[in-house]
């Protein structure tokens, strides 16, 4: 069965220290992948999306995360990370042409201390 | 543009007790899911609408129900809860096939006692 794997439960880091997120998906053919966020008592939203074309993909707030077809990986990646983004930070897996099956990895709280 | 809206925010219900989460769209969607949220899992798909008048099951479907009522709108009904449905439920809606991103919710806290 298809699954995602994202290894770092739980992540502490100062302001302005460098972000990575891992994801690894286990589906072995043409996939979407996604990472949303979900800041505390807000619902997900959309950070960034891979479909095709340029493995290094940008996002919104400074965000970005590389596929790396080789590894079946997808991590996140921030230079800076501030204190508003704390949150939780989940990747997700469909495969392509259909979006039903969305799989969902269980999710890295990123606590950042001001 | 409202987006997705849920109803109810919160909801605490008896074990066997009936209830019925309501989900609407404004975005003129064609897909619409039901997911369930628990500490250390993720999000994992309960069902799902792939366009209006069709229902398929996702990972969890056992103990729930769902109607797509109409474009806009996609319940699950909980038809005996047990302690085991306490969660968050999140609905969602998407374009439809093509790896569209789906677009969600703000949740329902649902508590099973």
């Known amino acids: 069965a298809q699954s995602v794997s994202q290894h770092n439960h739980h992540v502490i880091l100062s302001e302005a220290a460098s972000l990575e997120l891992g994801c690894n998906y286990s589906y072995g053919g043409t996939v979407n992948l996604f990472w949303y966020v979900q800041y505390p008592g807000q619902h997900l939203q959309l950070l960034l999306k891979y479909f095709s074309g340029d493995p290094l993909v940008k996002g919104i707030k400074g965000f970005e995360a590389e596929f790396i077809k080789s590894k079946f990986s997808f991590n996140l990646r921030k230079p800076s990370v501030q204190w508003s983004d704390t949150a939780e930070y989940f990747c997700?897996?469909?495969?392509?042409?259909?979006?039903?099956?969305?799989?969902f990895g269980s999710g890295t709280r990123l606590l950042v201390r001001p | 543009n409202a987006g997705v809206t849920q109803t109810p925010k919160f909801q605490v219900l008896k074990t066997g007790q009936s209830m019925t989460l309501q989900c609407a769209q404004d975005m003129n969607h064609n897909s619409m899911y039901w997911y369930r949220q628990d500490p250390g899992m993720g999000l994992r798909l309960i069902y799902y609408?792939?366009?209006?008048?069709?229902?398929d099951k996702g990972e969890v479907p056992n103990g729930y129900n769902v109607s797509r009522l109409n474009k806009r709108e996609f319940s699950l009904r909980l038809e005996s809860a047990a302690p085991s449905q306490t969660s968050v439920y999140f609905c969602?809606?998407?374009?439809?096939?093509?790896?569209?991103?789906?677009?969600f919710g703000p949740g329902t806290r649902l508590t099973v006692t």
């Open positions: 997700a897996v469909t495969r392509s042409g259909s979006s039903y099956k969305l799989i």
């Open positions: 609408s792939a366009s209006e008048g069709t229902t």
């Open positions: 969602a809606s998407s374009e439809g096939e093509g790896g569209h991103e789906q677009y």
